[in-house]
Structures are given as structure tokens and as C-alpha cells.
T-cell receptor, first 117, second 112 residues
Framework: GAVVSQHPSWVICKSGTSVKIECRSL??????MFWYRQFPKQSLMLMAT?????????EQGVEKDKFLINHASLTLSTLTVTSAHPEDSSFYIC?????????????FGQGTRLTVV | SQKIEQNSEALNIQEGKTATLTCNYT??????LQWYRQDPGRGPVFLLL?????KEKRKERLKVTFDTTLKQSLFHITASQPADSATYLC???????????FGSGTRLSIRP
């Protein structure tokens, strides 16, 4: 199956700093990628939809200036958590939908555990 | 607003039995309904997708049903094994390019 790789798998940062998380589709092109966050024992909450070459679409309640999303190519989307605070500590997961051919399956990365201290 | 409910937060069954998980949704007309498996600290892994015009889909020991009238999907694991223990997530999509919305998940435990 298709592979989506997230980097880093985990990161610890100081409060007030920014952290960038990468999401790559390794063997397919993805016009659309999604970013989720997941708190312990809760389900995945969609943060934003990332479209290659255009601005991301954010879900209600998600601050676009705090969670910067860039989808500069068909295989890479990045999420930057700016001025991170302890409440931003969470598990961030991306997914990518393979472009073309009527494909509908979304492939997920392994997630990034962010801890802000 | 759109709502997806997975009725059981946790389900414990004996090895060898069939596990049945339920997913109900409201205020939504999905084109696709998907089931994922998630292990602790990992991203979800795709299991099965069923389209709105399909009633049943099978893959090895897995079976999914989709009733658009009842707005419900059932996910079955037959001949369950301890290795099947995980959280199972129901997810809906309105179209091939639209966002995926997840249910709260059911934590399945299979005891030997």
C-alpha cells in the first residue's frame, strides 16, 4: 500500500518556540492532505485541509495564524505550530489522498507526538 | 451539525467470537464510509471502505455493512484473535476529495 511518512515522530520544544512537522507521500502524489490532532483516549479531530498550491482550509476554532500549513508540492505538506504552548501538546497526524483514478482511500502518517515544556 | 457515534467506547469479547462494532451518523450523507484500526501511539491504518450504493463489503475476517436509511454501519471481525485488540475508528467522507470525519472510536479487547 501507499506510504505516508511524518517527521519527526516525536518532538519536545520549549514554550514560545515554533515546531515544524512534515508529511510526505512517499510513492504517490497527493493533491489533498489533512491534518488532525488527537488528545489521549479521544478521536482524531480535523484541523485543516491542505491543498497543493493553494491556501489551507481550517476547521472552525482552529487558529490559522498559529497552525501554519504549507502544501508546496504534490508529495509534501508541512504544519508549523507557532509560539507553542503546553496546551498545544498533542498527537498530530496527517493523511494524504492519492490523486487521480477515482481513488478514495486516505493513507495516514505514523503521527508526531509534540510535547511543549 | 454532523455527528458520528460509535456506540461502545469499549468492547471486550472472548477469543474466537465475532466482534461487532456499530457506527451511527446524523446530519450527513456520506459517499464513503471507512473503518480504520489504530494502535496506541500510531496513526490509523485503513481497513475497509464501503460506498453509499453498496450494502456489504468483505475482506478476509472483516465484514462491513452500510445502511444509508438507518444511517448506520456495522463492522464485524469473525474468529477474533487477541491480535485484533485495538481501537477501531469509523470515518465518513462526502466525496473523494472531501475531508474525513472520524467517530470517537471503540476500544476492542479480545481475551484469550
Amino acid at each position: 500500500g501507499a506510504v505516508v511518512s511524518q517527521h519527526p515522530s516525536w518532538v519536545i520544544c520549549k514554550s514560545g518556540t515554533s515546531v515544524k512537522i512534515e508529511c510526505r507521500s512517499l510513492d504517490f502524489q497527493a493533491t489533498t492532505m489533512f491534518w488532525y490532532r488527537q488528545f489521549p483516549k479521544q478521536s482524531l479531530m480535523l484541523m485543516a485541509t491542505s491543498n497543493e498550491g493553494s491556501k489551507a482550509t481550517y476547521e472552525q476554532g482552529v487558529e490559522k495564524d498559529k497552525f501554519l500549513i504549507n502544501h508546496a508540492s504534490l508529495t509534501l505538506s508541512t504544519l508549523t505550530v507557532t509560539s507553542a504552548h503546553p496546551e498545544d501538546s498533542s498527537f498530530y497526524i496527517c493523511s494524504a489522498v492519492r490523486s487521480g483514478g477515482g481513488n478514495t482511500e486516505a493513507f495516514f502518517g505514523q503521527g508526531t507526538r509534540l510535547t511543549v515544556v | 451539525s454532523q455527528k458520528i457515534e460509535q456506540n461502545s467506547e469499549a468492547l471486550n469479547i472472548q477469543e474466537g467470537k465475532t466482534a461487532t462494532l456499530t457506527c451511527n451518523y446524523t446530519n450527513y450523507s456520506p459517499a464513503y464510509l471507512q473503518w480504520y484500526r489504530q494502535d496506541p501511539g500510531r496513526g490509523p491504518v485503513f481497513l475497509l471502505l464501503i460506498r453509499e450504493n453498496e450494502k456489504e463489503k468483505r475482506k478476509e475476517r472483516l465484514k462491513v455493512t452500510f445502511d444509508t436509511t438507518l444511517k448506520q454501519s456495522l463492522f464485524h471481525i469473525t474468529a477474533s484473535q487477541p491480535a485484533d485488540s485495538a481501537t477501531y475508528l469509523c470515518a465518513l467522507r462526502g466525496s473523494s476529495a472531501s475531508k474525513i470525519i472520524f467517530g470517537s472510536g471503540t476500544r476492542l479487547s479480545i481475551r484469550p
